[in-house]
């Protein structure tokens, strides 16, 4: 059975202080394509910041991202998934609640973040494999 360490093995860790402003959340995330971040308070996984946070609690709520702080507008205290959780069970989550992406943490050490389509290739990943196994 598949884990999210399989997955995140050689990723960097992207993630972003509760006090800095959206603006440079963006801005970040737009240097390292990637469409959301782990907000960090004080060293420890205080909320999750998306894209979908940018425009709906930024720029359809007429705030200034220059202004507005990453906290006031994150959605706080996110579920985490331990870096040894199974792809099957994050895939189960992401569908229950909605979730497009999952923090993934060893203890309180934040590991990464996953999104559902980086499970989707892995298991399309996977599947692939098989079938190759069972046409040779």
């Known amino acids: 059975m598949s884990t999210l360490r399989e997955i995140v093995k ?14 440079e959340a963006a801005r970040f995330m737009m240097e390292n394509n990637v469409g959301a971040l782990p907000v960090l308070r004080n060293g420890e996984l205080a909320g999750i910041f998306s894209e979908r946070d940018i425009m709906n609690r930024v720029v359809a709520a007429g705030r200034q991202p220059g202004y507005t702080a990453v906290s006031e507008v994150m ?11 199974s792809v ?47 046409a040779s």
């Open 10 to 23: 050689d990723r960097k860790v992207y993630s972003i202080d509760a006090a800095r402003t959206v603006l």
């Open 75 to 85: 959605t706080a205290n996110p579920r985490a998934v331990h870096l040894d959780e």
């Open 88 to 134: 099957d069970e994050c895939l189960f989550l992401m569908h229950e609640f909605g979730f497009r992406h999952l923090c993934i943490v060893e203890g309180k050490d934040l590991r990464g973040l996953v999104s559902l389509r980086d499970i989707l290739m892995h298991q399309a990943g996977e599947l692939q494999r098989q079938t190759r196994r069972a």
